[in-house]
């Protein structure tokens, strides 16, 4: 199952359908994993996509129009429904995770994390200063929040902790992104500038440690096999239509 492609992360719906964005194009490229058949999706109501998240059969997708983010939610067929703007509110334009409820949240910048809603944005949870923008993504029902240098945490669906690790990470390395396949697996994808070269790592969902990680490769596409094996791959023969 392809995780990340060029960098950026894959979303699964189920076992069939793979969503993802590529850099400078505005849509969503879907794959359906069964047929091979690739689709071009929002191509008319997007113009900066990056991140996506499904839930219960709606498509969550991270834009930016004008200078302005928002988070815009598509039908499981992909017809426009709504913007929840996060412009003013959101320290990192593309980085969000959909809650069980609905609520997007995002990180603020005074320590917060917010939930955003259709008319109301509350707190969801409190978090260490740092002067990096964090990574954020649904895991498990509930949030999971990384801020390279300092901690990776994962909340419920209330904000409560269930586990937190300090995460460390080398002079010169660097998280492009994270992403949570279709049986929950979390995976960050860490670059080295130096050398251009790009690993992927699995952790525990239980307690966050790292449980595998990749072979290096020069290019930021990988997948995670049925046995949890991840692989560099080429990104080619998942844009073919």
Request: charged share 20%; hydrophobic share 45%; with cysteine.
């Amino acid at each position: 199952m392809l995780i990340f492609i060029d960098g950026r992360a894959v979303t699964a719906s189920g076992d069939s359908l793979l969503a993802f964005t590529r850099q400078g194009t505005p849509e969503i490229v879907v794959r359906d994993r069964r047929s091979g058949a690739v689709y071009r999706r929002g191509t008319n109501t997007l113009l900066s996509p990056h991140h996506i998240q499904e839930l219960d059969g709606r498509w969550y997708v991270s834009d930016v129009e004008e200078g302005a983010a928002s988070v815009v939610v598509f039908s499981g067929q992909w017809d426009f429904e709504r913007r929840i703007p996060v412009q003013g509110v959101a320290a990192a334009a593309h980085q969000f995770a959909v809650l069980p409820s609905g609520q997007v949240v995002v990180e603020a910048a005074d320590q917060r994390l917010v939930a955003v809603g259709a008319d109301s944005v509350t707190t969801f949870a409190l978090v260490e200063g740092s002067d990096r923008t964090g990574l954020l993504v649904a895991a498990l029902g509930g949030v999971l929040h990384a801020v390279p240098g300092r901690a990776i945490t994962l909340y419920n669906a209330q904000g409560n902790i269930r586990w937190r690790l300090p995460w460390e990470w080398a002079e010169g390395v660097y998280v492009t992104d994270i992403a949570v396949d279709g049986q929950g697996r979390i995976h960050v994808l860490a670059g080295e500038a130096r050398r251009n070269a790009f690993r992927c790592f699995t952790l525990s969902p239980t307690t966050g440690e790292v449980i595998r990680w990749s072979e290096e490769s020069a290019a930021a596409t990988f997948v995670v096999e049925r046995l949890g094996e991840l692989k560099p791959d080429s990104t080619a023969h998942w844009i073919e239509g």
